[in-house]
Nanobody
């Protein structure tokens, strides 16, 4: 079992920044890929950024490239999402997740490839 707890969400104005954190506990060695996803009301959950734990390869949704950065601190079992230049369309509930079987690159941002999920943290960006 793997447990994930997100923090760092909040309300900011457009152009502002937030850093989300995800503390991972339990059978952490089974997490071969980790990621951040988001879901706005009435919309499907979408992949934002993911990272392979071995090698550190990162992948981003086109909508956040150049603005968001995913990173991991293995010593702290923590994953981060630095979000800069936030836009109102970034408003959503943000979730962190881990995958035991590393997804192929074509599925690395697909929520169905991930096994364990946190409860989510709300990000609201006002114009």
């Amino acid at each position: 079992q793997v447990q994930l707890v997100e923090s760092g969400g909040g309300s900011v104005q457009a152009g502002g920044s937030l850093r989300l954190s995800c503390v991972i506990s339990g059978y952490t060695s089974s997490s071969n890929c980790m990621g951040w996803f988001r879901q706005a009301p009435g919309k499907e959950r979408e992949g934002v950024a993911t990272i392979y734990t071995s090698g550190g390869g990162t992948y981003y949704a086109d909508s956040v490239k150049g603005r968001f950065t995913i990173s991991q601190d293995n010593a702290k079992n923590t994953m981060y999402l630095q979000m800069n230049s936030l836009k109102p369309e970034d408003t959503a509930m943000y979730y962190c997740a881990t995958a035991h079987l590393p997804p192929s690159i074509s599925r690395v941002l697909w929520f169905g490839a991930y096994d364990y999920w946190g409860q989510g943290t709300q990000v609201t960006v006002s114009s």
